[in-house]
């Protein structure tokens, strides 16, 4: 019944992509889930919640491969490093240089000030504390509401500019258990987002049910060994900003939850790649 009246209420028509609208990624093998040279470029605007890291740069990637104009959105909420805020520079700069036929597509980048985020939580993201894991099973690092924030904050741009989706690159599969990255967490707000600003606002995440050797895998197909070099060497990840230490899956401490998901995932991905 809340479908039926969302659609009612929006005058959503069956050409109008659904506000329950889930990752493409979730029924097909990875061999059919990079889709777009099946057919034309979708004339849709995206916005991209850009950070810096692996996977939001995996899902620019997969945004430039598919929409006819892409913006990025990142937010300085006073987490306790600039790396990313720096390396998302250096990414977009590289893209636009070494992909032609999306640097055509990517449009504005926008940074916002949330420093009052930063102010109401104490987290290992945001104080100089030791990354353990609490009591409710979440680790130190999750910083309560953040991604409501950003996708809320987004949602008001895209609105604004005429964008009609917005692109995020949580994970259920191997993430960290942050509950504002789960699948149901955001299908809820795209309904709320899409409610209140009285317009369709799908939410798309492309990793939502990849692993992180699929979101390797992905970014190969997107953009070959280009983009798979571009991601080890310039994107971060590192929960503590370590740029100095340089492995074969990127920059990183290396002992972090952010970096072992990141090793493990680059591991099983070259693994599969050398079988």
């Known amino acids: 019944m809340l479908k039926q009246h969302v659609r009612i209420t929006l005058g959503i028509d069956k050409q109008t992509p659904s506000l329950f609208h889930s990752s493409p990624f979730r029924m097909a093998p990875l061999k ?61 700069g590289q893209i636009r240089a070494k992909f032609p036929s999306w640097a055509a597509r990517l449009g504005a980048d926008h940074i916002l000030d949330l420093a009052s985020l930063g102010q109401i939580s104490d987290t290992a993201l945001t104080q100089e504390q030791e990354i353990v894991f609490e009591k409710s099973g979440l680790p130190s690092t999750f910083v309560p509401a953040r991604n409501l924030l950003f996708f809320t904050y987004a949602s008001a741009v895209a609105y604004r500019r005429g964008l009609t989706a917005l692109v995020g690159g949580m994970c259920e599969t191997d993430y960290s258990g942050y509950p504002d990255c789960r699948d149901n967490t955001l299908k ?6 899409s409610l209140g600003l009285d317009a369709p606002m799908v939410v798309e995440t492309p990793l939502m049910w990849l692993d992180k050797a699929q979101t390797w895998k992905l970014a190969e197909q997107l953009g070959g060994q280009p983009l798979i070099d571009l991601i080890r060497a310039e994107t971060h990840t590192c929960y503590l900003g370590d740029r100095t230490h340089l492995h074969s899956w990127g920059y990183g401490c290396g002992e972090c939850p952010a970096c072992e998901l990141r090793r493990n995932g680059h591991e099983a991905y070259t693994r599969t790649t050398a079988a």
Not at 188 to 193: I, K, N, P
């Open 188 to 193: 809820a707000l795209q309904v709320a987002m």
């Open 32 to 92: 059919q889930r990079h889709l777009s040279k099946m057919g034309k470029i979708m004339e849709r605007k995206a916005l991209v919640l850009f950070s810096g890291g692996q996977d939001s740069t995996t899902c620019l990637a997969w945004a430039l491969d598919r929409y006819s104009h892409v913006e990025t959105i990142s937010f300085d909420y006073g987490q306790r490093h600039s790396v990313e805020l720096e390396c998302r520079k250096v990414v977009l």
